[in-house]
């Protein structure tokens, strides 16, 4: 029970619960390339989803597209970029507290 006195079922297993495939060295030096010539290091999770240019080490990587957090591969992406899930970004971005204006 919770302080209110509702019933909590902590056996339950909500978001991503799910391990993903990773097809590279995830340690390596992973880079996208953002903008013609202009490449960027990114998080394993975020090189995986990314339709461009991609390498690794400095050596082109030719592997397959996932949609972001998940180990769903993408056959023809339609967008450049990282491919979400009906195109929504799940990651939530908030300015902290004290970044906030009165």
């Known amino acids: 029970m919770n302080k209110i006195g509702n019933v909590v079922n902590m056996g339950e297993k909500r978001g ?4 993903l ?4 060295n995830t340690a390596a030096h992973l880079e996208v390339e953002y903008k013609p010539e202009c490449w960027v290091r990114v998080t394993p999770t975020e090189f995986r989803a990314f339709n461009c240019p ?8 030719i592997g397959p ?8 591969i993408i056959k023809e992406p339609t967008k450049t970029g990282i491919q979400f899930v009906d195109d929504k970004d799940p990651r939530i971005f908030k300015k902290m507290l004290h970044e906030q204006s009165w």
Request: charged content about 25%.
């Open 65 to 72: 597209i996932y949609l972001f957090n998940t180990n769903t």
């Open 21 to 24: 495939k990773y097809d590279f």
């Open 54 to 61: 991609r390498r690794i080490n400095s050596v082109e990587y």
């Open 16 to 19: 991503n619960t799910g391990k």
